[in-house]
């Protein structure tokens, strides 16, 4: 079966205006239905100068006649224009895929990202130097490494303890007083050197702009005609709904950075039951402990259970999680889309977030959201199109014993352009409908003028359905093993035993055809 890059474009409209004199190019991106994209890195091939697209799709350069731009974007091979008027229209043909990622697509996918992230402002303030107070420089630190995050080494020269003397955080842009100044769970110190050995600013690291690492093993099997783990539209798709995310950063460019890093191919397992004890052991096997610092870690599998169940995260704010969608589509495995929401899904466990909201009550319509069931396998409708997120906003709570059929959701503006997908007595999703103004909450053809009372989203309960918050905002980076520098002891030796005694119920395939 064929997949097509779920970012692929037959054109991509770049229009620039360039003023040579100033020897500055500005410009807009976007996709072929003039979409503007952001994110997309562009650089002057030759030189250290660099830029990304903003929101809107706009960027500004300095370059000038006749200067190669190499443009990037996530899944996409790097390609090179010259700037030689005010208006360039760029095509970009993207392949077809046939295979799951192996190691050799991997890194051919990631060495142009990486090289285009080096030339961007906040990854240059801290690559290719070592710092003074470099925190793996055993001149500097009595023990390999640092300490655990609770255990800063404050002094006089770093006075936030993150391995950074105050005078190099100048240079770079953090803030001395602030161990992790982008909020993503890693010290200051460990994104522009090492931690445990790992490089992490070789890897992409900023501590400007968000990061999440993810080390990725995976089973394969060949009658899985769709594969068991990821190909490059998957890891495009991924990366596209943390890089979209409305989230500030110091460096000013919003989104998150998620670094997918593919590990090895792993004994296949038909089944890991019990769950606990299967990863635990796999983990042990495959997982250098001194990573736990940095990665969540996760296993694209077969399957864990007879329900077929979509993937499973061990608990809510742990550090690991595996997709098992192999029995999915009779066994030839999970679509693009299926594995790229139950990834998003998953992680979104790991970093703090439920099925409901703030709690587990499932198919809400006052929660739209990968999380929610409604939209993990297929995305959001936004205005006609499709896209795996986050809830990016507050909503209100429902009553179901006092619903206003009049009033909807009741959230104002904030659902214009969006359509919910709400699920019916009978335990089905309907098609999407529009999130702003009136809804049929009992689902009987008309729009009632008092209130009603409704089980509406089918949990056999009349009760109140409680407000949901933007959970971009309320992401906890610091989960699980992230951010403790070094290794608890029996992290891989008893797993299971600090895993969730209540496991997750997660997303069956029966449950999602069924809709």
């Known amino acids: 079966m064929y997949?097509?890059?779920?970012?692929?474009?037959?054109?991509?409209?770049?229009?620039?205006?360039?003023?040579?004199?100033?020897?500055?190019?500005?410009?807009?991106?976007?996709?072929?239905?003039?979409?503007?994209?952001?994110?997309?890195?562009?650089?002057?091939?030759?030189?250290?100068?660099?830029?990304?697209?903003?929101?809107?799709g706009n960027f500004t350069i300095a370059a000038k006649k006749n200067d190669v731009l190499r443009v990037n974007y996530i899944g996409l091979t790097a390609t090179d224009y010259v700037v030689s008027s005010a208006n360039i229209i760029i095509k970009l043909v993207a392949a077809n895929y046939t295979a799951e990622l192996n190691q050799a697509m991997y890194l051919k996918l990631v060495s142009s990202q990486l090289q285009a992230l080096k030339?961007?402002?906040?990854?240059?303030?801290?690559?290719?130097?070592?710092?003074?107070?470099?925190?793996?420089?055993?001149?500097?630190?009595?023990?390999?490494?640092?300490?655990?995050?609770?255990?800063?080494?404050?002094?006089?020269?770093?006075?936030?303890?993150?391995?950074?003397s105050d005078a190099d955080e100048l240079k770079i842009g953090t803030d001395p007083h602030n161990p992790d100044t982008d909020g993503d769970g890693l010290l200051d110190g460990w994104?522009?050197?090492?931690?445990?050995?790992?490089?992490?600013?070789?890897?992409?690291?900023?501590?400007?702009?968000?990061?999440?690492?993810?080390?990725?093993?995976?089973?394969?099997?060949?009658?899985?005609?769709?594969?068991?783990?990821?190909?490059?539209?998957?890891?495009a798709g991924i990366e596209k709904a943390f890089s979209d995310a409305p989230?500030?950063?110091?460096?000013?460019?919003?989104?998150?950075?998620?670094?997918?890093?593919?590990?090895?191919?792993?004994?296949?397992?038909?089944?890991?039951?019990p769950l606990d004890d299967a990863f635990a052991a796999i983990k042990q096997r495959y997982f250098n402990p001194l990573r736990g610092a940095v990665?969540?870690?996760?296993?694209?599998?077969?399957?864990?259970?007879?329900?077929?169940?979509?993937?499973?995260?061990?608990?809510?704010?742990?550090?690991?999680?595996?997709?098992?969608?192999?029995?999915?589509?009779?066994?030839?495995?999970g679509t693009d889309d299926e594995k790229i929401g139950t990834f998003i899904h998953e992680l979104g466990h790991n970093l703090g977030l439920r099925h409901g909201g703030e709690e587990d009550t499932n198919y809400k319509p006052n929660h739209v959201s990968v999380m929610n069931y409604a939209y993990q396998i297929t995305g959001i409708n936004y205005q006609g199109n499709y896209f795996f997120s986050y809830q990016p906003f507050d909503l209100p709570a429902l009553?179901?014993?006092?619903?206003?059929?009049?009033?909807?959701?009741?959230?104002?503006?904030?659902?214009?352009?969006?359509?919910?997908?709400?699920?019916?007595?009978?335990?089905?999703?309907?098609?999407?409908i529009p999130g702003n103004g009136s809804i049929d909450f009992n689902q009987d053809g008309q729009i009632e003028t008092g209130t009603i009372s409704a089980d509406i989203n089918h949990d056999f309960y009349i009760g109140i359905l409680a407000a949901t918050q933007?959970?971009?905002?309320?992401?906890?980076?610091?989960?699980?093993?992230?951010?403790?520098?070094?290794?608890?002891a029996g992290l891989t030796q008893k797993l299971a035993k600090s895993y969730h005694s209540d496991q997750l119920k997660e997303l069956t395939e029966k449950m999602a055809k069924s809709h």
């Open 295 to 333: 990665f969540h870690y996760m296993v694209w599998a077969n399957n864990y259970s007879p329900d077929q169940s979509s993937g499973n995260a061990l608990g809510i704010g742990t550090s690991d999680f595996v997709v098992t969608l192999g029995d999915w589509n009779n066994k030839d495995g």
């Open 247 to 273: 989230v500030d950063n110091p460096d000013g460019i919003k989104g998150i950075t998620i670094h997918l890093i593919l590990g090895q191919q792993i004994l296949y397992q038909e089944e890991l039951n």
């Open 470 to 488: 933007n959970e971009w905002a309320r992401l906890q980076y610091k989960c699980g093993s992230i951010g403790q520098s070094i290794v608890v």
């Open 3 to 56: 997949h097509k890059l779920i970012l692929s474009m037959c054109v991509l409209l770049l229009s620039v205006s360039a003023i040579f004199a100033q020897n500055k190019v500005s410009g807009k991106v976007t996709d072929e239905k003039g979409t503007p994209l952001a994110g997309v890195t562009i650089t002057v091939k030759g030189s250290n100068v660099g830029t990304q697209t903003d929101q809107k």
């Open 399 to 432: 009553d179901e014993s006092h619903l206003s059929e009049t009033k909807g959701i009741n959230a104002g503006s904030t659902l214009q352009g969006y359509n919910l997908i709400l699920i019916n007595p009978g335990g089905n999703l309907n098609d999407p």
């Open 191 to 235: 994104e522009v050197g090492t931690i445990n050995g790992i490089n992490l600013k070789s890897l992409g690291a900023s501590p400007l702009h968000k990061d999440i690492f993810v080390q990725m093993d995976y089973m394969t099997r060949a009658s899985a005609t769709n594969g068991l783990g990821p190909n490059p539209n998957v890891i």
């Open 119 to 164: 030339k961007i402002p906040a990854y240059t303030n801290n690559s290719n130097k070592a710092f003074s107070s470099d925190p793996t420089n055993p001149s500097h630190n009595a023990v390999e490494g640092l300490a655990p995050i609770n255990e800063l080494h404050i002094t006089p020269e770093d006075s936030d303890g993150d391995g950074l």
